[in-house]
């Protein structure tokens, strides 16, 4: 046999190989990471549900620093918008609140347009531990297309977005920390 049709012979074998490991590969993926947090359910349920209280948790706007959002719809709530436009780290693409259970749960669908086509739908749930604090679960489930599947063999997609998860839901947690806490006024005394 020739040297030129061993190589042939071995590329073709590499291939296929890659093919069936690329072809087993689930056709569904979930990444999700938790945080107990010092604050009510409430006040977590706030800085999801409302698209404009993301700027000072998302981990994503500070590798964009010109990103461009644009909010449309409600301002929280089932049908609020929120769509970027940044680097190609950030990418392109759209949110919209589809579920808002105040004060256990956020449903979102999320659209990447670019750096690579996909959608997501995006689960935030807020279960209270004691009565200072909350376990905060974000979710994101997803399908995986031929291109991402090749994707997840090169990339680990769980290390690398649920690192950005679990940084957004500790700057989430910072944010409420953070924010003025709105104290009940006494009540009266019986006289």
């Not at 970027?84 to 609140?97: H, L, P």
């Not at 690398?160 to 104290?183: C, D, H, N, W």
Request: a positive charge; charged letters at 15%; glycine letters at 6%.
């Amino acid at each position: 046999m020739s040297t030129i049709l061993i190589i042939c012979l071995a590329i073709v074998l590499v291939l296929v190989v890659l093919g069936l490991l690329i072809r087993r590969r689930p056709d569904q993926y979930t990444i999700t990471r938790s945080r107990t947090i010092a604050a009510s359910p409430s006040a977590l349920f706030a800085q999801v549900n409302e698209f404009a209280r993301w700027a000072s948790w998302t981990p994503w706007l500070a590798e964009d620093p010109q990103v461009v959002v644009t909010l449309s719809g409600p301002p929280a709530g089932i049908g609020a918008q929120y769509r970027w436009s940044g680097n190609k780290r950030v990418g392109e693409g759209t949110m919209a609140i589809l579920e808002s259970q105040e004060p256990n749960r956020v449903r979102i669908a999320l659209v990447f347009l670019t750096p690579f086509a996909s959608r997501g739908d995006v689960h935030f749930t807020f279960v209270p531990v004691t009565t200072t604090s909350t376990l905060v679960t974000w979710t994101m489930h997803g399908h995986c297309t031929y291109i991402a599947k090749i994707m997840h063999l090169l990339i680990n997609m769980d290390a690398m977005i649920g690192g950005k998860f679990a940084t957004g839901l500790a700057s989430m947690e910072r944010a409420v920390l953070a924010a003025p806490q709105v104290t009940p006024a006494p009540t009266p005394a019986s006289a």
